[in-house]
């Protein structure tokens, strides 16, 4: 089993940073997929990012390409997404999530494993 908890959101001003940590516990993640998902108010679950623990393969959803960057801190077993140049619609809770293998998903239900959410809210 994996266990993971998520840290950082909180409020900001658009055009602004936050940085969200998602740390794991149970088993290290080297044979993993990190994911980070958002659900915005009233809205479906997206995807937003993704890195393949084993050899920093990375990918993200074309909203946040080249403002928010996800990385890994193997000797915390602990992820992180870095979000820059925040706009009001990248308000939503936002989880991570993990799955076996190397093969990078999208999609929320190929993901075995849940952190319980963080609020991000973006200020106009």
């Known amino acids: 089993q994996v266990q993971l908890v998520e840290s950082g959101g909180g409020l900001v001003q658009a055009g602004g940073s936050l940085r969200l940590s998602c740390a794991a516990s149970?088993?290290?993640?080297?044979?993993?997929?990190m994911g980070w998902f958002r659900q915005p108010p009233g809205k479906e679950r997206e995807f937003v990012a993704a890195i393949r623990w084993s050899d920093d393969g990375t990918y993200y959803a074309d909203s946040v390409e080249g403002r928010f960057t996800i990385s890994r801190d193997n000797a915390k077993n602990t992820g992180n997404l870095q979000m820059n140049s925040l706009k009001p619609e990248d308000t939503a809770v936002y989880s991570c999530?993990?799955?076996?293998?190397?093969?990078?998903?999208?999609?929320?239900?190929?993901?075995?494993?849940w952190g319980q959410g963080t609020q991000v809210t973006v200020s106009s």
């Open positions: 149970g088993r290290s993640l080297s044979n993993y997929i």
């Open positions: 999530a993990a799955k076996v293998g190397t093969i990078i998903t999208t999609q929320p239900r190929h993901y075995n494993y």
